[in-house]
């Protein structure tokens, strides 16, 4: 009997053995393909345009996974829920109304640029974040440990955990520095790691890893030892207000020293700082996103204090809800103001009006804009995804008050990788 052959859908999966729930993807995706509950991140294959703008900011590569199966059986979303390992491709003679000798059409739509906000209703800040690093930077290690990695996880030992808020309810962020010994655990500023709290949920499976940002520089908390710090907010409620004990970030804090953590990675090749002398850098975080900057900002440090690097300018707008919940308060009061031009934002400080880091953005925007026209200009932000619409419709305004054509100005920043976006 002749029989038509099946359509057949090349099926855009993610691998849940290796992603790390830091939710770039569902965060990227500018048609809302993809989604997650407590246990996977999974993609409707149903929504899902083949656009590709998830693909290059995934940390781990779980997200570049694909499988043909007829159109009719795909694999649907509460299946995608339920998996712990990926389904091993289908044998095409084992489709249902398949027929062997006829070739499979397979339907997919051509691969095209990740679609530009412009085109959608809402604007869609994640969209203009590069995936390419800047030129300069040096080479990123990645997944050197991992499930699928020849090394499950490494070993890292706990050598310091210091608090850096003030005493409050819900505000204990913790300074925590991991030893890796005399394993090799590359890592440079802005790239992260995943940490494997120990325990089962509540369905009897270990707990995924929990990605944190590296708060040290490329050579150690301590220079030249083999370590990193994180900076980690105890995590008490969601983020909708509701009371939760985060699993991860308690463990975290509660380490003493002398104490053994499983750590994986180290993850992200983009969200790199430039290395070439003039570069400048303009860093725009909230909380716990301060830990890349304070990476940048440390290596930068290190380098003038050498005199064997020219450094351009660096700028930092930081903010919290009030200076008590600002991580490194401190510190950063006492780096020079020849080194960085530091701008701090509050938004619950006691008699005072609110201010968010794109209000400082906008009251800035004479020097911002003339960043903006120089090529040798870098912008991270890192912070909660909330803060990402809000800071890039501030840099529009910089831009358009100073006469940069935006959309220009934000393609040439995303194709020459100098917009990095990393929120959670």
Same mark, same amino acid.
């Given at each position: 009997m ?7 859908l ?27 509950d407590a246990?996977? $991140?999974?993609?409707?294959?149903? &929504? ?9 900011p995934?940390?781990t590569?779980? +997200?570049?996974?694909w499988?043909?199966?007829p159109r ?9 829920f339920?998996w712990d390992v %990926? ?13 062997a ?23 869609r ?26 090394? &499950?996880?490494? +070993? ?15 505000y ?9 010994g ?15 709290p120990? *325990? ?19 050579n ?5 030892y083999?370590?990193?710090? @994180?900076?980690i907010?105890?995590?008490l409620?969601?983020?909708q ?8 970030s308690?463990?975290?804090c509660?380490l ?7 750590? +994986?990675?180290?993850f992200?090749?983009?969200? %790199? ?5 003039k570069?400048?850098?303009?860093m725009?975080c909230? *909380?716990?996103?301060s ?6 900002t440390?290596?930068?440090?290190r ?6 690097f ?6 930092l ?16 009061q006492? @780096? ?19 201010? $968010?880091?794109?209000?400082? +953005? ?15 200009? $870098?912008?991270?932000?890192c912070?909660?995804?909330?803060m990402?619409?809000?800071?890039? @419709?501030?840099?529009r305004d ?6 940069l ?13 100098? @917009?990095?976006?990393?929120t959670?």
């Open positions: 002749d029989m038509a052959a099946p359509a057949v090349r099926q855009h999966l993610i691998d849940p053995e290796i992603c790390i729930r830091c939710n770039t993807c569902e965060a990227t995706c500018p048609v809302g393909a993809i989604t997650h246990n996977n $991140y999974v993609v409707d294959a149903d &929504k899902c345009n083949f656009c590709m703008a998830c693909v290059p995934c940390p590569g779980a +997200i570049d996974n499988r043909d199966v009719d059986q795909a694999y649907p979303l509460d299946a995608q339920g %990926l389904p091993e491709p289908l044998d095409p003679q084992d489709w249902e109304g398949a027929d000798e006829a070739p499979a059409q397979v339907d997919a739509m051509p691969l095209r640029a990740a679609v530009a906000p412009e085109a959608h209703d809402v604007f800040g994640a969209s203009f974040g590069a995936s390419l690093p800047p030129w300069s930077a040096a080479h990123a290690y990645t997944n050197l440990y991992g499930p699928k990695a020849a090394e &499950k996880f490494i +070993i890292a030992k706990v050598v310091g955990n210091v608090r850096v808020t003030e005493v409050g309810k819900q204990d962020t913790h300074h925590i520095m991991l030893d890796f005399a394993m090799p655990f590359p890592v440079l500023e802005g790239q992260s790691i995943g940490v494997i120990p *325990g089962t949920d509540e369905q009897g499976r270990p707990h995924h890893a929990r990605q944190y940002s590296v708060a040290s520089p490329r150690g908390e301590r220079a030249g083999n370590n990193v710090s @994180l900076t907010k105890r995590v409620e969601d983020h207000g509701n009371p939760v004990r985060g699993v991860a308690n463990y975290m509660d003493k020293v002398g104490d053994s953590v499983q750590v +994986i990675g180290p992200g090749s983009s969200f %790199l700082m430039p290395n070439h002398p570069s400048h850098i303009v725009i909230t *909380g716990t996103g830990a890349p900057m304070r990476a940048m440390e290596w930068r440090r380098l003038r204090k050498s005199g064997k020219d450094g351009g300018k660096l700028m707008f930081f903010g919290a809800r009030t200076k008590e919940e600002l991580p490194y308060f401190g510190p950063l006492n @780096l020079p103001k020849d080194f960085i031009d530091i701008n701090f934002a509050f938004s619950r400080a006691a008699g005072q009006p609110k201010r $968010y880091v794109q209000d400082l +953005i906008r009251e800035r925007a004479a020097d911002v804009a003339q960043l903006l026209t120089d090529p040798n200009t $870098y912008i991270y932000v912070g909660l995804t909330a990402e619409d809000g800071v890039l @419709l501030a840099l910089v831009a358009e008050q100073a006469d054509p935006w959309a220009d100005t934000v393609a040439a920043l995303k194709a020459q990788g100098r @917009l990095h976006l990393e959670y």
